[in-house]
């Protein structure tokens, strides 16, 4: 594998410094650059094990995008989306994006983790098109640029989201497709649940501002099970498991 | 912890919640006095009893009502804002004379 540079990319993680300290090797989705994995080639298998039971991930850099107001969900419609018919759910797109709504008027557009789908960029080309009518119903919210991206995933991971969140997160009660807007670790935050593969994985999209406090809560609660940062390398073989 | 339930996002932690003040219908911005207005945006009522409040869910900026007893701590009901307000409220700018 070409061992990739991150300062060359067009947009690094809040976290590369510590992605960096920790010996991460990276690789290409579209045009940004997301952790593969820690440490050398042999630890893939390793993590994507680990993802099985406890552990996060930094998603940070792929694609997302949101919309808010009273027109959003048809014109979110209109591009040829499918919009979830309640709120705090999600669809998962023929294309592999996934698509959140967190109120009536407002829908969240994640990419897949393997940046395949052009959704999220066909949306903001579209919006900056429909923008020049604007009509003050469409309001886009780029989410690139407020929020990160974290994906906690594993059969425990819900025991350890007990520690740091109100909202009970088990499998049980809080099931796949369904969004939790809460406190996470005192930090407000959304929770998407979205599995991949036969894995539980909660996506985690908080202030990026505060995403290096975040991230360490994350993981000094994952510490007593056992749980440690993965690459995306580990999710995408999580996809291959049925 | 007291609880409150957002009509968005169910119950939840008080301390997700932000208080927004008392509810009340706002005067016409083009022909209330400066006094009225004054009164809309800067005084509460106080009253000791059944009173409509704006409260916002802060994890998702969520803001609604509630209709809570302040003599008791009961809240009666939260309901979406939108039992209220059905289309955006425009401000609408009183055309300047222009001086010669």
């Not at chain 1, 989201?161 to 807007?181: E, M, N, P, W, Y």
């Not at chain 1, 996470?184 to 995403?211: M, Q």
């Not at chain 1, 749980?227 to 995306?232: D, F, K, N, P």
């Not at chain 2, 008791?72 to 309901?79: A, G, L």
Request: contains cysteine.
């Amino acid at each position: 594998m070409a061992i990739l540079d991150p300062t060359t990319a067009p947009r690094r993680s809040q976290l590369n410094q510590r992605h960096v300290s920790s010996h991460a090797l990276f690789k290409e989705l579209g045009s940004n650059l997301v952790v593969s994995h820690y440490g050398d080639n042999d630890s893939i298998i390793e993590e994507h094990s680990q993802a099985q039971t406890l552990a996060i991930c930094d998603l940070s850099t792929l694609p997302r995008i949101g919309f808010k107001g009273a027109g959003a969900p048809s014109w979110v419609e209109a591009q040829k989306l499918n919009l979830p018919a309640m709120a705090n759910t999600t669809v998962l797109q023929g294309s592999g994006s996934l698509v959140a709504k967190l109120s009536d008027q407002e829908i969240l557009v994640l990419s897949d983790i393997f940046a395949q789908s052009k959704d999220v960029f066909h949306l903001s080309e579209q919006a900056k098109i429909y923008h020049k009518n604007y009509d003050k119903q469409v309001y886009s919210l780029p989410r690139d640029d407020s929020h990160c991206w974290l994906a906690v995933s594993g059969t425990l991971a819900s025991e350890m989201f007990s520690k740091i969140c109100g909202v009970d997160l088990r499998t049980h009660k809080f099931s796949h497709s369904h969004i939790a807007q809460t406190s996470v670790a005192k930090t407000n935050a959304v929770v998407i649940r979205n599995d991949l593969g036969s894995t539980p994985v909660f996506y985690v999209l908080s202030d990026i501002s505060g995403v290096e406090f975040l991230w360490d809560c994350l993981l000094d609660a994952m510490q007593e099970y056992g749980g440690y940062a993965v690459g995306v390398s580990a999710l995408q073989r999580l996809t291959k498991e049925h | 912890m007291k609880l409150l339930t957002c009509p968005l996002n169910g119950k939840r932690n008080i301390s997700e919640f932000t208080y927004g003040g008392e509810y009340h219908a706002m005067p016409d911005h083009l022909t209330s006095s400066p006094r009225d207005w004054a009164e809309h945006v800067f005084f509460h009522d106080n009253v000791a009893g059944i009173v409509t409040e704006w409260w916002c869910h802060t994890a998702s900026s969520f803001w609604f009502l509630a209709e809570r007893n302040t003599i008791t701590d009961e809240v009666i009901r939260t309901f979406k804002a939108d039992e209220i307000y059905q289309q955006r409220v425009e401000f609408t700018a009183v055309a300047s004379e222009t001086q010669s």
